[in-house]
């Protein structure tokens, strides 16, 4: 059995087109979102559309809560006051984008999917399995990683927006990347904003046993960038130029 795993597309429908004509190249049994699919990026009601249409699985993330309630804490982020406006205002704009079906559609995401992989059980989840917003990355300490993944085979999230492995004897934790804001964790020199990245990230899951597969697939940045300015959305010119390095 092979699952596809898809996390963070952040409103970013290019990029979530570049993976699912991966899986047409490339079948998978089964497709699971592991959450935060529509706030931050230009194309939000995109996403959930095509989420919608592939009817699969989704994992509630923190954005995809933050966009339920408005409430800049479930983000896990410390903001300062002007972050915190901007994260609001592109909050406002994207409910206003995706309405009310779409978002009674997010209410539907589940804390967790655990998936039966022909006898081996991986749990798909946000952050972790207990919280949506807790980062766990791989400076966490192994103790606390084997306790999330308790006694599944394999634990895999996104939340991080970065592809890593971290092996439990024979079980593991991982995590999927971004499809739709992936970025480099450590730079040479602090930058004022983040450029992301001009590929999209995912994984598959095979087994049993269980093995992971970490991909990453280009997508055009030029129509991301042609779709912010487009948009409408609140500080589309902040936002494009944080491509224009890609």
Do not use: K
């Amino acid at each position: 059995m092979r699952v596809g795993l898809i996390s963070d597309m952040h409103g970013n429908a290019v990029g979530l087109d570049a993976v699912l004509a991966e899986f047409e190249r490339d079948p998978v049994d089964q497709i699971v979102a592991l959450g935060d699919v529509a706030q931050g990026g230009a194309q939000p009601a995109g996403v959930v559309d095509r989420l919608h249409m592939l009817g699969c699985r989704c994992v509630f993330g923190n954005s995809d809560e933050f966009l339920l309630t408005l409430e800049a804490d479930v983000t896990g982020e410390e903001l300062d006051e002007e972050a915190r406006e901007r994260l609001l205002r592109r909050g406002e704009w994207s409910r206003e984008q995706l309405g009310p079906e779409r978002l009674e559609f997010l209410r539907s995401f589940e804390p967790v999917v655990a998936v039966d992989v022909d006898g081996e059980r991986l749990v798909c989840c946000h952050a972790t399995p207990e919280s949506n917003i807790e980062v766990v990355l791989p400076e966490t300490p192994r103790d606390r990683v084997a306790t999330l993944v308790g006694d599944a085979a394999a634990v895999v999230g996104g939340h991080v927006h970065l592809q890593w492995l971290r092996r439990l004897g024979a079980r593991f934790w991982a995590c999927a990347g971004s499809v739709g804001l992936a970025y480099e964790h450590v730079v040479p020199e602090p930058l004022p904003e983040r450029p992301f990245e001009p590929w999209a990230e995912y994984a598959v899951v095979t087994g049993p046993p269980l093995r992971i597969e970490f991909r990453r697939v280009p997508f055009d940045v030029g129509a991301v960038v042609h779709a912010i300015r487009e948009s409408g959305m609140p500080d589309a010119d902040r936002f494009a130029a944080q491509w224009q390095t890609a």
